[in-house]
């Protein structure tokens, strides 16, 4: 399975898991809902259990995903600051849609 970030989103990510919150824990992507040929995604803390991979990006962060969804493989995290400071998840290989 393959994961890409840009450079902001792995310097965010690294900066969480500096935090209490991620002791001893790794960075998740997962499914929120589905619609059709995309989905929506989400990013918090989480222990990899048997279902997962743990995926190495090419920015030197590991990220779990569970193997048994296919909306999964080939996510992109990528973290704006403007207009707001947020983190985009879409996934090119699939369909998507953008927010207006």
Do not use: C
């Not at 001893?24 to 990013?43: N, Q, S």
């Amino acid at each position: 399975m393959k994961v890409k970030m840009n450079r902001n989103a792995a310097k965010v990510l690294a900066k969480m898991l500096e935090s209490e919150a991620a002791k001893g824990k790794m960075i998740r992507v997962y499914v929120t809902e589905k619609h059709g040929d995309h989905a929506h995604y989400a990013i918090d803390f989480d222990t990899p259990n048997e279902h997962d991979e743990i995926v190495k990006t090419d920015k030197g962060i590991e990220v779990i995903l569970d193997k048994r969804d296919p909306f999964l493989d080939g996510v992109w995290i990528q973290y704006f600051y403007v207009p707001q400071e947020e983190f985009v998840v879409t996934n090119p290989s699939m369909g998507h849609h953008h927010h207006h």
